[in-house]
C-alpha cells in the first residue's frame, strides 16, 4: 500500500495534534506475502438410498442434546465463505457431533473445511488462518475422532504456548468430548507438579500443555507419550521462537515413530520453514490468509500525546458501546499503572500479565471471561488464541512495535466472524510504525471520527 499524508482527525480529547508526516516511503522496506496451493475442492458424496433415514437419526440424537442459545450477530465471510459442508459429511462419531452441536458450532468454517478432512487421513498439515476463524475446531476435532477410549494411554498431545490457553484449549476438548468417554488433562508451568503426577497415574487420552511442563514430565517418564502418534503445535510461530524451539525438540523423539504433526498459526515467520522441512517435509499446506486483517474488525487511530492517553481513554470508554474490551500496554509496570488509573476514574478493570502468580492469573482469566469485568489491561501475554466472544473492542494503549504483534492484538476482537472496532492510540514516536505497519499488512488504519458508528461493533 504507498504512502500517503493524512489530513489531521478530530479526535475525542483536548487541543488534538494533527498528523505528523508520512516518513519517505525509501525508509519503509516492503514486506511481500507469498501463498500456499491452494485447496482442491472436496468432491462431493453420493446421496445414499438411507438419506431419508439418517435425517430422522440426525433429528432423533439432536433430540438428546442440550441445544445452544442461537448467536444471531452479524458474521464475515472470514467465517461463512465455505463450500457449504456440515460436520456429518466427515463421517465423525456421532458422540462427537453431539458435543458439536452442543458446543455451538453450527457449520464447519472455512480454516475447518480445509484442514478436518486432510487431518483424519493422517497427512501432517501447517494450516495459515486469521485470528478468530475456528483453528482450535480444526485441530480439536480430529483429535477427538481418531482417540480411542478403550486405549488408556495418551493418543493426542496439544502445545500452546501460554498458560491461559492451555486451560482455554482443554475446556474446549472437554465439551465437545462428554459423550465420548474420553479424559483430557492440561499441564503448564507455575502450577503443582506432584498434581500433575497424580493425574497421569490415571488414564489420559488428550494432553493439553505448554512445552516446559510436557517435557518436564516426559523426562520423569510420568507422561508416557510413545504411544502418541498426533502432536498439534497452536499458535506455532511463538512455540518456534528461539525460547520455545529447542524445547519442541526434545519433545519430538519421545512420541510414536509414527506420528502426525499439525502446525496452526495467523503468522509464519522463517523459523517455521526450517522446522517443516526437517519434521514434516510433505505437509499439506493450507493458506487463508490473502489478507492479513478481519474483515469484522474496524480501525481507528487517534494522534495523542503521552500525557493525554488516559484522557483520551476516558473520553472512549464515555463516547463507546463498550460490551468487553482489552486495553493493551508495552510493559508490565505500565499495565499496573493504567489498571489503578482507570479504576480511579471509576470504571470496573482487572489486569493481567507474565509476572503475576499463576493463581491470580487463573482468577483474573475466568472472572474476565466470565462477564465478572468490563476492562481488562494486558501486556502481551493475552494476544495469543485467547476467545472471549463478547470482547468487541480492543484499544492499544501503547501502539505495538511490529505488524504480528498487532495482528494478534485486533485479533482479540471480532471473534468468529463477528464484528469488532480497534483504537489505537498514536504519539510522534509511533508515527514509523504506524506506516510501516500498514503497509506490511495491507492495510488502512484511519483516523478516529468524532462519532463511531456503533453498527460496526
Not at 474446549?172 to 497421569?200: A, F, N, P, W, Y
Not at 474490551?325 to 500479565?353: D, M, P, W
Amino acid at each position: 500500500m504507498a504512502n500517503k499524508t493524512k489530513e489531521p482527525a478530530e479526535v475525542p480529547v483536548p487541543a488534538p495534534a494533527p498528523r505528523p508526516p508520512a516518513p519517505n516511503p525509501a525508509q519503509i522496506p516492503s514486506v511481500g506475502r507469498s501463498q500456499a496451493p491452494k485447496i482442491p475442492q472436496r468432491a462431493a458424496q453420493p446421496q445414499s438410498l438411507d438419506a431419508a433415514g439418517d435425517d430422522e437419526n440426525q433429528e432423533a440424537w439432536k433430540q438428546q442434546c442440550v441445544a445452544p442459545t442461537a448467536d444471531n450477530r452479524v458474521k464475515t465471510e472470514d467465517v461463512t465463505k465455505t463450500k457449504g459442508n456440515e460436520f456429518a459429511d466427515y463421517f465423525l462419531k456421532r458422540e462427537l457431533l453431539m458435543g458439536i452441536f452442543e458446543k455451538g458450532f453450527e457449520r464447519p468454517s472455512p480454516i475447518q473445511e480445509e484442514t478436518i478432512p486432510i487431518a483424519l487421513v493422517g497427512k501432517d498439515v501447517l494450516a495459515r488462518a486469521k485470528n478468530g476463524t475456528g483453528k482450535t475446531g480444526a485441530f480439536v476435532i480430529p483429535c477427538l475422532q481418531k482417540a480411542d477410549p478403550d486405549n488408556a494411554s495418551i493418543q493426542s498431545l496439544i502445545l500452546v504456548p501460554t498458560r491461559e490457553l492451555a486451560l482455554q484449549t482443554a475446556a474446549i476438548c472437554k465439551e465437545m468430548s462428554k459423550h465420548m468417554g474420553l479424559e483430557v488433562m492440561s499441564t503448564t508451568g507455575g502450577t503443582s507438579l506432584q498434581d500433575d503426577i497424580m493425574r497421569l497415574y490415571q488414564p489420559v487420552h488428550i494432553l493439553v500443555g505448554t512445552p516446559g511442563r510436557v517435557l518436564d514430565l516426559s523426562e520423569k517418564n510420568i507422561a508416557k507419550l510413545q504411544n502418541c502418534a498426533i502432536m498439534v503445535l497452536d499458535e506455532a510461530d511463538k512455540l518456534l521462537s528461539p525460547e520455545f524451539q529447542i524445547v519442541i525438540e526434545k519433545i519430538i523423539p519421545f512420541l510414536a515413530p509414527k506420528r502426525q504433526i499439525m502446525m496452526f498459526s495467523a503468522t509464519f515467520p522463517s523459523a517455521v520453514k526450517g522446522f517443516k522441512e526437517k519434521h514434516l517435509p510433505g505437509a499439506y499446506e493450507i493458506n487463508l490468509m490473502e489478507e492479513l486483517t478481519l474483515k469484522g474488525v474496524t480501525q481507528y487511530y487517534a494522534f495523542v500525546e503521552e500525557r493525554q492517553k488516559v484522557h483520551c481513554l476516558n473520553t472512549l470508554f464515555a463516547k463507546l458501546s463498550i460490551n468487553q474490551s482489552i486495553i493493551f500496554c508495552n510493559s508490565v509496570q505500565r499495565v499496573e499503572l493504567l489498571a489503578r488509573k482507570i479504576t480511579e476514574l471509576g470504571y470496573s478493570c482487572f489486569y493481567i500479565h507474565a509476572k503475576m502468580p499463576q493463581s491470580s492469573r487463573n482468577r483474573v482469566f475466568h472472572e474476565f471471561k466470565g462477564g465478572a469485568c468490563r476492562n481488562l489491561v494486558s501486556s502481551d501475554l493475552f494476544t495469543r488464541g485467547i476467545d472471549i466472544q463478547s470482547v468487541n473492542v480492543v484499544i492499544n494503549f501503547d501502539f505495538p512495535k511490529n505488524s504480528e504483534t498487532y495482528l494478534h492484538r485486533i485479533g482479540r476482537s471480532g471473534r468468529f466472524g463477528h464484528l469488532g472496532l480497534a483504537i489505537n492510540l498514536i504519539t510522534y514516536e509511533d508515527r514509523f510504525n504506524l506506516y510501516k505497519i500498514e503497509q506490511e499488512l495491507g492495510t488502512e488504519i484511519k483516523a478516529i471520527p468524532p462519532q463511531v458508528d456503533s453498527s460496526l461493533y
